[in-house]
């Protein structure tokens, strides 16, 4: 019995696990070697370097800058998006009017091609015709206005808000999907018991979506590790070098800058960090698995 | 321009290819690759879609003369960051293109350094090249001695401005001088006007501003040196090149927060109002200018002036290559020989061909016109986002970055320039 | 009744927050209906000074949207089902069969989501080449598929683990195999989470850029990403028809996932009234 049962189990797993090592897997280890090479992306020769190019990595002050942008990046992608996308997914799971046309609204950003979102929000930010320093200047606020994506100390501010924008969506419609999966019945029974809405929220509805927020998060924290295009798009990892993360420094070295090889120990490192990362979700998804 | 712009994702490319020679299927096994009589051409270019018909006619026209048949394949798009390498990818990909348009300097060079592109000395003495083509020209597309391709397109940075604007602050006649220019400037301002419209988003084009001012200090032999590393940036000149620089941001000759804005939404700003000038070349008449509905009388262009008595700008090339392993070489240099003809530049409306005989039409673009007949016949230096690799070009941009937000001084900046081209000279 | 009167307020605040959410929208919608001449002349936040339809007949033909479209939706037609049934098998494989080596494949996966895309296309592009299937629609499949399992399967199996063990266990003693409880009480429950992970990846296929750039050549073959290149030249972009196009892009996606939300939200108690 328990043996069919292993056997059916792989038969389920088999498809897309075949797909995803041919065409993941295999192709992300073979690139894997070149990390250790000095290969410049261009020609048919190269050179095995070791772990040169990791060396490299700690004297690199672009890394260094990166690798803070990340970690800054990360908490307010995540933490941001997440509790809006929560709080959304609760009202509107809830008793408002035009739901579909606010859900609609909400995940919209996420759809559009990053082209525009780039151009959308350049056009609102330029400094002197932008629709924020004109709104910021309407309300009496001239102090405030500044050239958002112009100076080092606001760019990396202005792509998150962006983000945020952008990614709000997502979480959303996780949390409306798990939302389904918890009974009306027990809001019923509270409400008989005399528990509030906010007593209800936090007793209900929070113990009952943390599936979810695994998934939520750990997806969250994974998407801004990789951040690359919509920084790609804004700001092109500037001004000088102010916003750039790892994901976009990888990408100019590797394909513009003809180093291929220190571009994909970036990527490698990246990777690791971000597995680092996933271990406590993996580990929380299969202990119970360990029946 | 465009190039480098957004939607640069597509260097994987180059990557793709890199790994496609390295597991030794290398582009050898093209079929048609023997025999000198292939009668099918191709051809690669990134002719958007105002041109690629007619460029399509011509290349028709061409077949129907010749008996072959030419396929046209076109990237628009933000040119020089996603063609190049697709282009890459096809050339190591086993059936590249017979027949390349690409940009000179630094863009261009590669494929003729790995012998991707052909020698074309040959065809020059067969067509005759040399006596049609601007020799300016035909150097940014020659690559330590070898003629790697075929220049058809030269354009060059000048100073393109509203005459209302300088009117409104009083400026009867365009610059003669660098110091005319700084009290031009003072004036535009004095008159609640921004002059000089720049954006820095992607390191250009804020530093067609810097290589001027670089030309100014430098002189012209010194400027050329400088960037071949032949000289030091640890000197005066450069250094009185970023303090002027620093001076055009701190003075509000550029937009506020120029650094950061994209120079496809600030180069337009002269057109409409928002600021006097603009460095750029002569596509502005047709696509800045007429393109928002507005006459070519009420704007003029300047040749920035640099008080060196060899008068140069900045400017770049762009021309065809032929396939080393062209199947029918002697047919794509042919097709090339067709293509730069004047007719064939008119019908396609090449309006800054250095072509003999393929001047801009002096009624439909009579700035574009002007400029050719004047500034358009001078040497030019070539512009440096196509004058240094791609990794020294955007350290280049970033201290120029630094330095207009004052995280830099100019004499530092200046030393880590120094740094940058010894680094890259290694 | 009650429900309009509990909502007034949270209505009220949530409108005016979707308001401030789509102004930004706003500016490609207005982009999209003013002439080219007058984006040029005014800036892009200028009102317009006249307004035009034009941009989306224009655009249809620059972006080659009727061979573009058509490729797209044929991708999406071939990718996506296939790509979340297969995931949801592999996410059913781990949440509810005792598989072997189940914590492995679930960090192999989980490491699948950290891969950035650009680094595996050499490789992919090497095989597509050897195969024969650069410039064809057939070529993306692989890839496309690869890349939406991970995040997939990781959210279905979340679902899945959710499930009442008891429903999958009455269904064994019914005489259920593995494959009848996966197709008629999991898939069904599931419907939520299913149609969510659905509409992600069919905007992520729709949207995919890279290596439709990369894997095709010919006009005949391109997806919507790449047709929208044309809306750029070397020295000026045609931005109204770039909005138009756009707008023409996302149209259907956004329709789609208007209808499918109901599905997110309903899908529950659809699936339990049958089990």
């Known amino acids: 019995m328990r043996r069919r049962e292993g056997l059916a189990a792989w038969v389920f797993a088999a498809p897309a696990l075949i797909v995803y090592f041919v065409f993941l897997v295999y192709p992300a280890l073979s690139s894997l070697w070149f990390s250790f090479t000095d290969w410049d992306g261009l020609s048919p020769g190269y050179n095995t370097v070791g772990l040169d190019n990791y060396k490299d990595m700690a004297s690199d002050p672009v890394v260094r800058q990166a690798a803070v942008n990340n970690l800054i990046w990360a908490v307010v992608t995540v933490v941001v998006p997440v509790v809006l996308g929560l709080v959304l997914a609760v009202v509107l799971n809830g008793k408002v009017r035009g739901k579909p046309v606010l859900r609609l609204i909400f995940y919209t950003p996420a759809v559009l091609p990053l082209v525009s979102v780039a151009s959308i929000w350049g056009w609102l930010y330029n400094p002197q015709y932008g629709a924020i320093n004109a709104a910021l200047r309407a309300v009496g606020l001239d102090s405030l206005a500044q050239p958002w994506l112009g100076q080092d100390s606001t760019a990396l501010g202005a792509t998150m808000v962006a983000a945020i924008w952008l990614r709000v969506g997502f979480p959303m419609l996780l949390y409306l999907a798990a939302l389904q999966g918890i009974s009306p019945d027990l809001y019923e029974a509270a409400t008989v018991d005399g528990a509030s809405r906010w007593q209800q929220f936090w007793h209900i509805t929070m113990p009952g979506l943390k599936p979810a927020h695994y998934v939520v998060i750990a997806l969250s924290v994974i998407d801004s590790f990789k951040v690359f295009d919509l920084i790609y798009a804004m700001t092109y990892g500037g001004p000088g070098t102010a916003t750039q993360v790892m994901g976009t420094w990888m990408y100019f070295n590797v394909f513009q800058y003809n180093q291929a090889g220190y571009g994909t120990a970036i990527a490698v490192v990246i990777t690791v960090v971000a597995v680092a990362v996933s271990i406590p979700y993996v580990r929380s998804q299969t202990k119970e698995h360990a029946i | ?426 | 009744m009650t429900k309009t009167r509990g909502g007034l307020g949270t209505t009220v605040v949530m409108t005016l927050v979707a308001l401030l959410w789509i102004s930004p929208l706003v500016l490609l919608v207005i982009t999209a209906v003013r002439p080219l001449s007058d984006f040029i002349a005014n800036g892009p936040l200028s009102w317009p000074g006249t307004f035009t339809f034009d941009n989306f007949a224009d655009a249809w033909g620059i972006g080659n949207f009727a061979t573009t479209y058509r490729n797209s939706l044929i991708l999406l037609v071939l990718k996506v089902p296939l790509g979340v049934f297969i995931s949801a098998m592999l996410a059913f494989a781990l949440a509810k069969l005792r598989i072997r080596f189940g914590t492995a494949i679930m960090y192999t996966v989980f490491l699948g989501l950290t891969i950035p895309i650009y680094i595996t296309i050499v490789p992919v592009f090497v095989m597509a080449r050897s195969a024969g299937i650069t410039d064809s629609l057939i070529g993306l499949i692989g890839p496309y598929l690869a890349f939406g399992i991970p995040f997939e399967v990781l959210v279905l199996q979340s679902f899945f683990r959710q499930l009442p063990d008891e429903i999958l266990e009455a269904a064994r003693i019914d005489g259920a195999g593995a494959w009848r409880t996966f197709l008629t009480i999991a898939l069904p429950l599931s419907a939520p989470a299913l149609v969510t992970v659905f509409i992600l990846d069919a905007v992520a296929t729709w949207n995919e850029f890279l290596f439709a750039l990369i894997l095709l050549n010919s006009d005949a073959h391109k997806t919507i990403p790449v047709g929208l290149l044309n809306f750029q030249g070397q020295f000026s972009n045609n931005n109204t028809g770039l909005a138009a196009g756009i707008l023409i892009a996302v149209v259907p996606i956004l329709v789609a996932y208007t209808f499918l939300q109901r599905w997110i939200v309903g899908g529950l108690t659809a699936g339990a009234s049958k089990g």
């Open chain 2, 1 to 426: 321009m465009n190039r480098r712009g957004f939607l640069g994702l597509s260097g994987a490319a180059a990557l793709a290819t890199g790994l496609a020679a390295c597991t030794g299927s290398s582009s050898s096994d093209r079929a048609g690759g023997s025999g000198t009589g292939s009668k099918t051409l191709r051809l690669f270019t990134y002719e958007d879609n105002s041109t690629i018909d007619l460029l399509k006619a011509q290349v028709k026209a061409f077949d129907e003369k010749n008996g072959t048949t030419t396929t046209v394949d076109s990237l628009p798009g933000s040119g020089a960051a996603v063609y190049p390498d697709k282009l890459r990818t096809e050339l190591l990909g086993g059936k590249g293109p017979d027949v390349w348009r690409i940009w000179g300097g630094q863009i261009g060079a590669p494929f003729v350094d790995a012998k991707q592109a052909a020698d074309l000395s040959a065809f020059y003495t067969k067509f005759g090249w040399d006596s049609k083509l601007s020799p300016a020209a035909v150097e940014g597309m020659t690559f330590d001695g070898v003629k790697g391709g075929v220049p058809f397109i030269g354009a060059g940075i000048g100073g393109w401005y509203s005459k209302a604007a300088f009117s409104k602050a009083g400026i009867s006649a365009p610059p003669k001088t660098y110091a005319e220019l700084e009290a031009a400037n003072a004036k535009l301002v004095a008159a609640g006007i921004t002059p000089a419209s720049l954006g820095g988003k992607y390191g250009w084009d804020i530093m067609r501003l810097f290589e001027y001012l670089l030309e100014v200090s430098a002189g012209p032999g010194l400027h050329d040196k400088l960037l071949v590393g032949a000289e030091s940036w640890d000197r005066p000149e450069v250094v009185t090149a970023f303090t002027n620089f620093k001076k055009w941001q701190d003075q509000k000759w550029l937009p506020e927060g120029a650094v950061g804005l994209d120079p496809a939404d600030v180069e337009n700003w002269y057109v409409q109002g928002k600021a006097a000038y603009t460095l750029t070349g002569a596509w502005t008449e047709a696509q800045g200018i007429q393109a928002a509905g507005k006459k070519s009388e009420d704007f003029g262009v300047f040749q920035l002036p640099t008080d060196q008595s060899q008068a140069r700008h900045s400017g770049f090339v762009e021309g065809y290559m032929v396939n080393a392993k062209s199947g029918n070489p002697d047919m794509a240099a042919a097709l090339i020989d067709f293509l730069i003809q004047p007719a064939s530049l008119e019908a396609v409306k090449v309006t800054n061909a250095i072509v003999a005989g393929a001047e801009p039409d002096k009624a439909a673009l009579p700035l574009s016109y002007e400029w050719s007949q004047g500034p358009g016949k001078q040497p030019f230096y070539t512009i440096q986002d196509q004058a240094l690799p791609k990794k020294q070009a955007d350290q280049y941009f970033a201290i120029q970055s630094n330095v207009l937000q004052g995280k830099t001084t100019p004499a530092d900046a200046a030393k880590k320039m120094q740094d940058v081209i010894k680094a890259w000279k290694k």
